[in-house]
């Protein structure tokens, strides 16, 4: 090793603390880089060779009962390369030991075994033996929640007859990776699962022989999926299909997109940031290390080293810094991706996981991170590297400060020299400052970010759980019932009050604009389920037409009084014009509401329900459960209490996990960014402090100016930070809002307050710790030194 | 005798805008292989400026200067980067020593990119100061420091060693102690040696003496006595 990688390397030892400060923020770039691209990367080949192995389906439908032999008409639809019927239908488990009633979505397998499409892996035992009426096999996750081993049986409620299955086997399907059942929110393996039965044992038990009610296509690769979804829509219709559908629309696929889609935007926009302030502070301690190091610069060349080789030795610093950076960073992203892919596999299931967190992740972070240490760099090395050897020998000229308008100002208001002290530093260097206040405001711009979600999540938890959903279970029934039988089920044990609603799939339209939708049908004065607009009005169905919520009226591009179609699905295909009556805002769904009159006597039938909300007394709870467990057309239960606290749960550890890393990170900006200033006022200043205290300023008075200026930017940067945040947070309300959900924009005081709070404390310690060294300043010494 | 360094009419202006400052005006000047030249003048009177033309860290504003046949003033920066790092030792008043390094790394400074240097632990030893090898400057004396730098600068076997103010940051004692390894540098290695200071007091080891003043030279003597620098009063 020759004596100037020597020098670099003890240069280095020595800014230990200024360059660990600023290797922490390029190392949050970094792990964050490499987090969100590695998990986007291995999720996305993982779901793309599941897809592909397994053969998962591009379209998608539901109808009533179709014909069999309408499947060869199906396969000649242009594009189609393979299609499958099935048999898919809700129920009721009862599983030993578990004392709540559980939901099943039955679907049938063919016979003689030549499954085309969406292949089931097999996890445990064997596949249900062809033509056997009682044997059974469940998603993999479904019998571990609930200790179901092959050999074991259960009973169900198949078309309202009590049957004992026999497990054979558990399976994975790329149809199912992620598994929410009806009137869920999020998964729950113990109260929803898949159970797969043979093609004759399901349809003899629900009276479906010869015909189906689901079905799945595989496209060429040049194929029209809308053509092709037109198509089969056309020939579904008789037999009351209910629209179909690609994988965009598929929920399991839909929720994997949408994390893909969080973590491409993840990898887009958080990590520039990192590595933004990151150049901005090498680039402010590698200047002033170069200022510093003057005469030594000027020895190198005196003594024949070339401009080059300067100005690599600078570089070579600002790369140190760098690869620190990015090992931390390597470090803490792979122990995230470890972590991301833990918290996936609660939610996704995979039979495998392609996880190369690749070496293309990992070189890219660094590179990026070495590149922005270099060009942070570039400018004072190769302004290092330009300095004349005889000027650099020479002891730099003083700052020049030349009065200008705002000092007039600033004398004007009689400032202590102190203040005056600080104020004109901030004026002779307006790009360090700048760019200072834009760390300091990033900081706070991403705990008032981070705060927003907390909010939101409240906001949402109250309104959908405390103030619109405020039964304690749902009844699900498939197909509906009458209304009436309203009745029986208010004489269910435990069960206080009893009202139905109706689930209606339609297709409405306005022009060329369509969307399909679940009109919910309900009576006015309904207690338990209620619509709440935002500003916390409960809202009643009018009387004739419909209430859309605003995210679906406005993809439909209506207003109150427009009049749009509504094309009904399901067994009576029939397209009434109906006017839009109002338009309501909400957070969860896409509602269309009706009064249960107006859509019965549009169908021409007696008021019918699918769905009972019930209000229960808890001490009746298991009664109950035992009751629902033989109850005929049940298709499925949703506890509200459990889905709430699971839903809770789940989110607020989600919410903790992101609130830690927001404040870590932003608490690491805080310190790059104030401690690097203040080391570098520091050094800057030494002769001037030091002068100061010899003619008389107490310790106190000379901090004073050192902390300052750092917490005068900080405190600038407030505003800016809030504003940012905000900027932020409506990016990030805009960008999650989906058909499924739309996350409100609640910003609170509270949450701007200790975003400024948390920026300023973290700012003020940093700049203590430089104060430190200023308190054993040796004063004679530094008047001694040559600057 | 050979002549090391010839300038003609050589100029030296710094122009910071308002103000232009005729460091050298008009400055014709030899120096010979051997020989230690001490320049003397009052701060200001261009001293400096003509060592730094002389060593290559500063271009002259008119003028020629010549290193043997090379015409310094016809050279780029890389070219003077190459003179410097082949040809030349600097000996500066506050050592420039790099504060990170031992004495013996910041020996290896040079013998790192020299063509034929000594070894770091030789030069050192040349300058009394082998038992200090590995001391970083903070841990040393001024004068223990300049002799680093001195150490530093012989260790590429220059042809010339160029001094500013080597003992203008040193009591006479240490200041004497340097002075004497740049003497015994010169009788010993025949390195061509110039020296500016503004202590008269040390014209007297010399063999010639060069006035400068406002920029030109304003006499040369030569010594016909050298003495020793123990005997040169402070």
Redesign the interface.
Known sequence: M???D??LL??FQ?LWAQALAIALVLACGVAILLTTFGTYISLEDTRSAYYERNRFADVFADANRAPLWLMQEVRQIDGVLAADARISKFAVLDVPGQEETVTARLLSLPDNGNLQLNLPVLREGRLPSPGSDHEVAVNQPFAKANNLRPGDTFRANLNGYQRVLTLTGTLLSPEFIYTIGPGALMPDNEAFGIVWMRQTAISAAYDMQGAFNNVTLKLGRNANIDDVIDRLDDMLAPYGGLGAYGRDVQLSNSFIDSELEQQRTGAIILPPIFYAISAFLVSMVIGRIIALER??I??????????TEVCIHYLLLAILIALAGTLIGWAAGTWLARALARLYAQFFDFPYLIYNLSYTAYALSGLLAIASAGLGAARSAMRAARL???VA?APPAPPRFKRRFLDQILTALHLSQPVMMILRSLMRWPVRSAFTVLGFALAAAVLVASGFFTSALDEMIDTTFNRSNRQDAILLFDPGVPETALASVTRLPGVLRAEGQQFQSAVLRNGHLEKEAAIEARRPGADLARIISTDGQAIDPPGHGLLLSRRLAAQLAVRPGDVIEVEFLGGINETHKVPVTGVVTQYVGLGAYMDIETLSRLLRQAPQITVANLKVDPKALPELHHVLKTTPNLSGLVLLDKMQRSFEATIRENVVIMTTIYLTVAVLITIGVAYNGARIQLSERARELASLRILGFSRGEVSFILLGETMLLALIAQPLGWLFGAGIAAALAEGSSSDLYAIPLVLKPAGFATASLVVLAAALISSLAVRRRLDRLDLVQVMKT?E | MNTVFRTQDLSKVYDTGDLKVRALDGVDLELFSGELAVLLGPSGSGKSTLLNILGGLDHATAGKVWFRDLELTSLNDRSLTRYRRDHVGFVFQFYNLVASLTARENVQLVTDVAPNPMPAEEALAQVGLEHRLDHFPAEMSGGEQQRVAIARAIAKRPEVLLCDEPTGALDSKTGIQVLEVLRDVNDRLGTSTAVITHNAGIRKMAHRVVYFLDGRIDRVEENTTRIAPAEISW
């Open positions: 020759n004596a100037l020597r020098k003890r240069d020595r005469s030594e000027g020895l190198l060349k005196a003594i024949g080293y070339s401009n004349p050897p005889a020998m040559r």
